[in-house]
């Protein structure tokens, strides 16, 4: 269970921050981050963790934390160790309140359980759950472009629905299932071996978002080339779901350590920004 890696604080529980980076895919490229900046960034992504694997395994101070974040964004009160983070870190960055209270009613839709019905839906809940952290982090990075924090949106929604597609087994295991009423009423319910049509109409799906925001990457004013690795090494995901088959058997993609050895290689070197 992800919560195992939650630890008990004064303000409740928290993410134990090494357990954060060794099991997330988005901390190759935060690692790549110049050293007044690291600290910040990770900072925010363990807090959208602690709230996002709240709401996964349905603890039930869930609600509770997802409130005290949203009623920060709207007012500026600090009710929790979450809020605080934001709080403190928006007294170094233009961190504005639509994409927090955004991500708040993403967590809100989990906790609701509620369905998903069309691709139009789904796109919303990657916004919300994903589209939101690009956000954040462009307000984080910096930009002079005005399209930055829309293109950012982009590439955090592709990473959502690289996420829905990789963990499409365990989220049903759990009673949780992220593909659209619409398209499983086209395609057939994503059964292991029964799925190939579905996931590759999925996968499309991601990469045009790819696609349409990979160009927030050279506008950021710094990070850039921690974005990229990031970006590259979630694409990457679909293309071993692709080489394993579409979904031909039942369990998580996973990226052989050697290729994943090989594309950090790539990206490991050259400038911080």
Not at 9 to 19: I, L, S
Not at 53 to 63: F, G, K, R, S, T
Request: proline fraction near 4%.
């Amino acid at each position: 269970m992800r919560l195992q890696a939650l630890r008990h604080g004064a303000t409740g529980p928290q993410r134990d921050p090494a357990a954060v980076l060794a099991s997330s895919t988005f901390s190759a490229g935060i690692r790549l981050l110049p050293a007044g900046l690291y600290g910040d960034a990770h900072e925010l992504y363990c807090m959208l963790r602690t709230i996002d694997d709240l709401v996964d395994e349905q603890h039930p101070d869930a609600i509770e934390h997802v409130e005290a974040l949203e009623h920060w964004a709207r007012s500026g009160e600090v009710r929790s160790a979450e809020a605080q983070t934001l709080s403190n870190l928006s007294e170094r960055y233009p961190l504005s309140a639509r994409p927090i209270i955004d991500f708040c009613q993403g967590m809100r839709y989990d906790i609701a359980r509620r369905e998903i019905v069309s691709e139009g839906d789904l796109d919303l809940y990657c916004y919300w759950v994903g589209g939101t952290v690009g956000v954040m982090i462009a307000e984080l990075f910096g930009s002079t472009d005005p399209s930055c924090a829309a293109k950012m949106a982009l590439l955090g929604a592709a990473m959502q629905r690289t996420n829905i597609l990789r963990d499409i087994d365990e989220d049903l295991q759990n009673g949780r299932l992220y593909i659209a009423r619409s398209t499983i009423a086209r395609f057939g319910f994503p059964f292991p071996g029964e799925r190939e049509e579905l996931i590759r109409d999925q996968i499309a799906r991601a990469d045009e978002l790819y696609e349409r925001g990979w160009g927030a990457l050279r506008l950021l004013a710094t990070g850039r080339r921690a974005m990229t690795l990031s970006t590259v090494l979630y694409r990457e995901i679909l293309r071993q779901i692709e080489r394993d088959g579409f979904g031909r058997n039942a369990g998580r993609a996973v990226i052989p350590r050697w290729r994943k050895s090989l594309l950090l290689a790539r990206h490991r070197f050259g400038s911080a920004r």
